[in-house]
């Protein structure tokens, strides 16, 4: 057992990609599941595969991409260019990120018209991820705590009942 330990970081290394992937559909997962137990029902395994199959599919790779190219195109942890990048990533990631998410889900539940849910609960869950995620991403990102950015993502995304709530009554967590 100790020898796995010590195998995993270096295998984190090796691939960040694939542990990227893994990681995200875990806390995704973990995040519906959790949501779940919180409100008290039965759990909905399908629902939560249905989640880990979204962000298998798209929300754990783009992130991956995005978050590298955002990297790239302005490095560092200067306030100035952590504002640029959560700037940037509110402005273009999340509409994609919401999209994606709300188009997928519909497709999963078979649903005949796969964009109302997006139609609907879009502009609420853009405006409330406005007021939220700039203070959870300059926390996480400027501490270099990116496994809390998406345990965060993971467990807010798939809440459904955060989506016409404040986003002043979700409990925000900081590396601070």
């Known amino acids: 057992m100790a020898g796995w330990w010590r195998a995993l970081p270096r295998a984190v290394r090796r691939y960040p990609w694939p542990t990227n992937v893994l990681l995200y559909t ?3 997962s973990a995040g ?14 399908q629902q939560t595969r249905r989640v880990a199959t979204v962000a298998v599919a798209f929300h754990a790779n783009f992130n991956y991409v995005w978050l590298r ?21 509110q402005a273009l990631g999340g509409p994609v990120a919401i999209s994606a998410f709300y188009a997928g889900m519909s497709i999963l539940q078979r649903k005949d018209d796969i964009f109302l849910d997006l139609r609907q ?10 007021m939220y995620w700039p203070f959870v991403q300059r926390s996480s990102r400027s501490s270099g705590c990116p496994v809390l950015h998406s345990l965060q993502l993971s467990a807010v995304s798939s809440r459904s009942d955060l989506i016409s709530s404040s986003p002043l009554q979700t409990p925000i ?3 601070d």
């Open 26 to 28: 875990a806390l995704f």
């Open 32 to 45: 519906d599941a959790l949501q779940q137990r919180l409100r008290g029902g039965p759990a909905d395994w």
């Open 69 to 89: 190219l955002l990297e790239r195109a302005m490095p560092g942890r200067a306030p100035r260019a952590v504002l640029a990048k959560v700037l940037c990533d």
């Open 121 to 130: 609960k879009f502009w609420n869950t853009y405006m409330s991820g406005l």
């Open 173 to 175: 967590l900081s590396c």
